[in-house]
């Protein structure tokens, strides 16, 4: 069920254009005692767009941010909008410090997301996403 919610290019042009902001991004993310990283893994930053929207409503339960085990997000993807935003999609890797950064992004907004697993080992590898609203060519902080 996809809730009507169109895959459009058109929609994505936006975040094509060059601009000087850039996401200056951490992860801190602990369940209790226990400290995840997410160093090696992959941080994608997906446009928001009224499809893009509706697919982390779908993935995620939420618009604005989200921690949830991984394979809880990948068993609802059937159910998310159809689409391929992947050539709008933009992708570094997260550092060894758990530290991640993209420049050169035009005003608007952002989900960036990545995934993270205890930093001791064994348990559950988690997905974290967070919307992230960028303007007037500043770094942006982010901490999922």
Do not use: H
Request: aromatic share 8%; with cysteine; proline share 6%.
């Amino acid at each position: 069920m996809n809730g009507g919610a169109k895959f459009s290019a058109q929609d994505f042009a936006w975040s094509q254009r060059a601009g000087a902001n850039i996401i200056a991004g951490r992860v801190t993310y602990r369940q209790g005692a226990a400290r995840y990283t997410c160093a090696g893994s992959a941080v994608v930053l997906t446009p928001e767009t009224p499809w893009s929207s509706r697919r982390m409503a779908a993935l995620y339960g939420s618009t604005t941010a989200a921690a949830l085990p991984a394979d809880e997000v990948r068993a609802r993807t059937p159910n998310a909008p159809a689409g391929d935003a992947g050539p709008y999609v933009k992708r570094t890797t997260c550092d060894d410090a758990d530290q991640f950064a993209f420049g050169g992004l035009p005003d608007g907004a952002w989900y960036a997301i990545t995934v993270a697993r205890p930093a001791a080992g064994g348990g559950q590898t988690v997905a974290l996403m967070k919307r992230v609203v960028v303007r007037g060519g500043r770094t942006t902080p982010v901490v999922l």
